[in-house]
T-cell receptor, first 117, second 109 residues
Framework: NAGVMQNPRHLVRRRGQEARLRCSPMKGHSHVYWYRQLPEEGLKFMVYLQKENIIDESGMPKERFSAEFPKEGPSILRIQQVVRGDSAAYFC???????????????FGQGTRLTVV | GEDVEQSLFLSVREGDSSVINCTYTDSSSTYLYWYKQEPGAGLQLLTYIFSNMDMKQDQRLTVLLNKKDKHLSLRIADTQTGDSAIYFCAEKSGYKLSFGAGTTVTVRA
């Protein structure tokens, strides 16, 4: 059972370009979470999605950022018109269930390190 | 609110015990976690403790929870060079994890 797969591992974009980050959850997991890690900081929650639904996007910047988790295929975090401040590591996690209790642990991918030049 | 704090650095000699401390603020947290991050890698779940427990032991790892003081610690016995990494404390409320900034543990020979 492969873990959470993210690609690409590293992404370099010029200011103004678009960045698309992909995340395939663990097999059987339908809950996906995106977190951002700025340099020398902890991870900050961005968005929580289930298949075809955004459940909580309270941590997403209001502009330029969007996320989806379609019925088929990976979850996508999209950043339009990137700026230098978007440079960070973006981590995806998935869980079998959500909330408190057994089998709600979040398993993290290896992250995508975005560098905006 | 969600605010998790940890000391930033810890240097320990190989074979000694490491203790990493963490404080959190959300009294409604149901689970508290310790994650390990090696350079360039993702987060590996090390261990977790349910909020109604005081202690959990798992091989070389011991987690202590003082719910009254909202203090969590991770003790690594017989620290090895492979334990060098960043350790993140995280509290969970509902489905959302709130992380500390991480403690960089350096193991010296």
């Amino acid at each position: 059972n492969a873990g959470v797969m993210q690609n690409p591992r590293h992404l370099v974009r010029r200011r103004g370009q678009e960045a698309r980050l992909r995340c395939s959850p663990m097999k059987g997991h339908s809950h996906v979470y995106w977190y951002r890690q700025l340099p020398e900081e902890g991870l900050k929650f961005m968005v929580y999605l289930q298949k075809e639904n955004i459940i909580d996007e309270s941590g997403m910047p209001k502009e330029r950022f969007s996320a989806e988790f379609p019925k088929e295929g990976p979850s996508i975090l999209r950043i339009q018109q990137v700026v230098r401040g978007d440079s960070a590591a973006y981590f995806c996690a998935s869980s079998l269930y959500q909330g408190a209790g057994l089998d709600t642990e979040a398993f993290f991918g290896q992250g995508t390190r975005l560098t905006v030049v | 609110g969600e605010d998790v704090e940890q000391s930033l650095f810890l240097s320990v000699r190989e074979g000694d015990s490491s203790v990493i401390n963490c404080t959190y603020t959300d009294s409604s947290s149901t689970y508290l976690y310790w994650y390990k991050q090696e350079p360039g890698a993702g987060l590996q779940l090390l261990t977790y403790i349910f909020s109604n427990m005081d202690m959990k032991q798992d091989q070389r790892l011991t987690v202590l929870l003082n719910k009254k003081d909202k203090h969590l610690s991770l003790r690594i016995a017989d620290t090895q060079t492979g334990d060098s990494a960043i350790y993140f404390c995280a509290e969970k409320s509902g489905y959302k994890l709130s992380f500390g900034a991480g403690t960089t543990v350096t193991v010296r020979a």
